[in-house]
């Protein structure tokens, strides 16, 4: 069954960063500020990595946790980390 399983930030470039669960979009975001990847935050994509690899959104990753019983519910703007872990 497909899960969420780590926050996720794809840049403009369709590049998608990610961290090991816990980590939230902020420290996504900072890694890649480290990296040398200097994007604003309105120019990136804040999403989940999903297990079969692929980026969702968060309103898709929201959907996928609900159906995978990983969560019972998420804000209308979508799934963040503090719904997961």
Known sequence: MLEVVQAAIRDPEG?????PRPARHSGV?????????PYASDEVVKGF????GTFASRRQAGRVA????QVEK??????I????W
């Open 74 to 79: 998420y804000d209308s703007s979508g799934l």
């Open 81 to 84: 980390t503090d719904d997961l």
């Open 49 to 52: 990595l999903l297990s079969d």
């Open 15 to 19: 590049k998608v960063h990610t961290l």
């Open 29 to 37: 975001y900072f890694q890649m500020m480290r990296e040398g990847t």
């Open 66 to 69: 609900v159906k995978a019983g």
